[in-house]
């Protein structure tokens, strides 16, 4: 039998050395955790994690430079798959970042701006990025939170976040000025806004979660 | 809502922590690995390296340390001390740095700083921030910028040059009073509100630490987003659990 194998999408943007750690870290033995930036890689993968950081324009650019658009969007119809970060962010229809980007459609909805002037419940002033540790609350049960207490803290670095124009994709909301989905999923697709890989033991049995599930 | 975080901040040289860290049951009071996990498991929001060697060899010491502590510990970790091209940066990225910081090649090279922010984003990208008091007693109060450990003077000053860095792409600041580091009197607040009153990224706030109550003071005096500290944690004085247990109490929202 083959072992089952994880891939890392590798398009240049990001921690992946990171992530890849972690998911090995909570990996059952004979799982491979797979780097990769080769579509191929993809279709044989038994699961996918799409992670990455920057800008959005840039994240596009690179994923069709390497030829990763057709393959990722087969993956996300076919096994689970998990989005991290920006990685979440481009599964939507397009972006406001850098003027206007068109993103990879998997779902319906917006990338927004947090906005400058951001306050808090007491008018205190909100940073942009959203940098640290901040609750997520559960908006439904989802096997990616098995044993995660509802509102448990996970760490962030973004200043912008999407708005899916389904309302049932949400799957956490996070407080920050308004109250932002920081989690989305459907189907054998779940995308997290935060960082699993640097959220301590809440985000590794996350990760562990997802190499569990079985959609 | 978003916690405040507390930052325990390690000085390496080539490879070992220095300023003799001492915890009860440390195997070996040098390694970072060893007490990078040891302030994980205290509840450490994040972690800084602070590299200080003096070699090239300590450098690439410095990327092992990374790649070591990185496959152990899953909470963010920033690197500092002597980055000066983006492909330093690039490596400690690589290694499993999630931000660097820079000080001295800011000030020097301003655009390094745009150009690491537009190659690896601005969230990656923390700018050290050295500042002294030069106004005199009784005048409104100025800060500059000074390098070399507080030796040298920029003639920058210190809010402007927090702002233009801001503009040139750095994701968060770390503000380190030099009249206070070192002496355990507490942060500069002054110095840390106005740079946090003047900025839209978060302002870690360092230098001069010597009790629990400095870092309630950071956070609701200095308005700082951050706090990061040294010795208070090395010597066995306080863990991080017990410091943001203080700050709970003073009604700081924490990680716990």
């Known amino acids: ?215 | 809502m978003l916690a405040k975080r507390i930052i325990p901040c390690l000085d390496v040289a080539e490879g070992r922590v220095v300023k003799g860290v001492q915890f009860l049951g440390l195997r070996d009071a040098g390694d970072p690995v060893e007490i990078a996990r040891r302030y994980d498991a205290e509840g450490a929001d994040e972690i800084t390296f602070l590299d200080i060697s003096a070699s090239h060899e300590g450098r690439e010491t410095m990327l092992h340390v990374v790649e070591q502590v990185a496959e152990q510990v899953f909470i963010p970790l920033t690197v500092g001390g002597g980055i000066r091209t983006v492909e330093d940066v690039r490596r400690l990225l690589n290694a499993g740095a999630d931000k660097v910081s820079i000080n001295t090649a800011a000030v020097t090279h301003p655009d390094f700083v745009r150009e690491a922010s537009d190659k690896v984003g601005s969230q990656c990208i923390v700018v050290a921030i050295d500042a002294k008091r030069v106004s005199a007693e009784g005048e409104p109060p100025r800060w500059a910028i000074f390098t070399h450990g507080g030796r040298k003077p920029t003639g920058l000053d210190a809010i402007e040059w927090a702002r233009t860095m801001v503009d040139y792409g750095a994701g968060e600041l770390l503000v380190t009073s030099m009249d206070r580091d070192g002496t355990r009197a507490g942060f500069d607040l002054e110095l840390m509100a106005r740079i946090s009153d003047a900025v839209e990224v978060p302002v870690i706030a360092s230098g001069g630490v010597g009790n629990l109550d400095h870092l309630t003071d950071g956070v609701l005096k200095g308005k700082a987003d951050a706090v990061l500290a040294a010795s208070i944690f090395h010597f066995g004085e306080y863990t991080v659990h017990q410091a943001k247990e203080h700050m709970a109490k003073a009604g700081i929202e924490v990680r716990l």
């Open chain 1, 1 to 215: 039998m083959n072992q089952p194998m994880v891939a890392v999408v590798d398009y240049g943007m990001g921690n992946l050395r990171s992530v890849a750690k972690a998911i090995e870290h909570v990996a059952p033995a004979g799982m491979t955790v797979r780097v990769t930036e080769h579509p191929d890689d993809l279709a044989n993968a038994d699961r996918i994690v799409f992670p990455g950081q920057g800008a959005a324009r840039d994240c596009m650019l690179e994923l069709g430079r390497r030829e990763l658009r057709d393959a990722l969007l087969e993956a996300a119809r076919s096994k689970p798959f998990l989005g991290i970060c920006m990685g979440m962010q481009v599964l939507m229809s397009h972006s406001e970042e850098n003027g206007g980007t068109d993103c990879l459609g998997m779902f319906p909805g917006e990338v927004r701006f947090f906005g400058h002037g951001l306050k808090g419940p007491e008018g205190e002033k909100l940073k942009i990025p959203h940098m640290g540790w901040n609750g997520v609350r559960q908006a439904r049960p989802h096997p990616i939170w098995e044993g995660i207490p509802d509102g448990e803290r996970f760490y962030f670095v973004h200043s912008y976040h999407v708005a899916p124009a389904e309302p049932d994709l949400a799957l956490g909301i996070t407080d920050y000025g308004p109250p932002f989905v920081s989690a989305i999923a459907r189907d054998n697709v779940a995308a997290v806004q935060f960082h699993p890989e640097k959220s301590a033991e809440a985000g590794l049995r996350l990760l562990g979660n997802f190499l569990r599930w079985n959609p």
